[in-house]
């Protein structure tokens, strides 16, 4: 009987051994304790390329890196403004994280990819948009929201572009705040 006990310790221990290293490995990589610290997203050196460039529609280019989890509850809201806005004639692109590798949701096909964005390299933080204005400057850049999380309740975006299609001037490139962003250099 003693060496059943022996086997049966030995079992149960490997097993909360196992099971503390997959809870451990499971909070590691996707559980992370929200940031308060404040981001200054500064788009004076954002510049659309040459050929999207000048007076068009109203351009918005979603900066994401397929690595932060932080895009998880971005791209639904992302679709949602896709769904939206799309149909109004907003020219919507993505700009990836250079170096990095990933796809976005089959929802978001309608973002045109961009190769690159003259200034995108001094970006702060992902996930991040700019929004270009009919005459082709720079309306705003930020971060979708505030918070933790991001939706239509609490974004930025939809008053932005809701203010350019009815013809208002709108200059927020310069945005600071608190939120679940992932480093864009390095």
């Not at 049966?8 to 097993?15: D, H, N, V």
């Not at 559980?31 to 788009?43: E, I, K, M, S």
Request: with cysteine; glycine share 8%; hydrophobic share 40%.
């Amino acid at each position: 009987m003693p060496t059943r006990t022996l086997i049966t310790a030995i079992a149960t221990l490997l097993c909360a051994a196992a099971l503390w290293w997959a809870y451990d490995s499971f909070q590691a990589r996707y559980l992370r304790p929200f940031d308060n610290q404040a981001t200054l997203f500064d788009g004076s050196q954002l510049r659309l390329p040459p050929e999207l460039a000048g007076p068009g529609p109203i351009r918005v280019v979603h900066f994401w890196d397929p690595a932060c989890p932080c895009n998880v509850g971005n791209q639904q809201h992302l679709g949602e403004l896709v769904a939206q806005f799309a149909p109004l004639g907003v020219s919507l692109h993505v700009m990836q994280k250079p170096g990095s590798h990933g796809q976005l949701p089959a929802n978001l096909d309608a973002l045109k990819p961009l190769a690159s964005l003259p200034g995108s390299e001094h970006l702060p933080a992902s996930p991040a948009v700019a929004i270009w204005d009919h005459d082709g400057q720079l309306a705003y850049f930020g971060p979708y929201s505030e918070g933790a999380v991001c939706n239509s309740s609490n974004s930025f975006i939809e008053p932005i572009l809701k203010a350019l299609q009815q013809g208002r001037r709108v200059q927020a490139s310069n945005t600071l705040a608190a939120g679940c962003y992932c480093p864009w250099a390095g």
